[in-house]
């Protein structure tokens, strides 16, 4: 099962390379192609997830990214944000409970109008409960080796016999 690890310093603009990697690879392993716009969606989001927290609390490391194909192409975003930022904590959470509904429509600050809810000022989960929407197979955990949240992304895949190969295993 070929792997590429991607990683990249806590810039916006790399997000757009990270979706583009991802949807490369996913068509490679043969995901079906009505669904790479999710494959592009889901990856972006998390990745924009671990931007964020890293501009915030973390700058100097890099986001790490994963992705491999086989039976399912599987895609693993690592951040590095505090304990305090993880959105899921051992895992029983089921991601789209991780929002208010309510909270999608209170405004920043006090005093400001609807229309002042910034999209980095979003509740906590947020994301994950948009990539919980695009995606079958989701795990968002705390990783084993420090702080910050692993969201682990896979879809069912073919793979594309290459041309010269007998399409059989080796």
Known sequence: MPTVNLSFSALPSHVRTARLVAAAI???????PAVLDEVRLAVGEACSRAVSLHQEHNPDLPVEVSLSD??????????RGPAG???AGDGGVAAADLVDAGDLGRPVAP????GDL???RLPGGFGIAVIAGLVDDLAVAAPDDG???RVSMSWPATPVPRPGSSGTAA
Not at 26 to 32: E, K, L, M, T
Not at 70 to 79: E, H
């Open 85 to 87: 930022e993880q959105v």
């Open 147 to 149: 702080p910050g949240t």
């Open 118 to 120: 910034a999209p980095d």
């Open 70 to 79: 086989g039976d399912r192409f599987t895609v693993v975003v690592r951040d």
């Open 26 to 32: 996913a068509r490679r392993a043969g995901v079906d």
């Open 111 to 114: 005093g400001s109008g609807p």
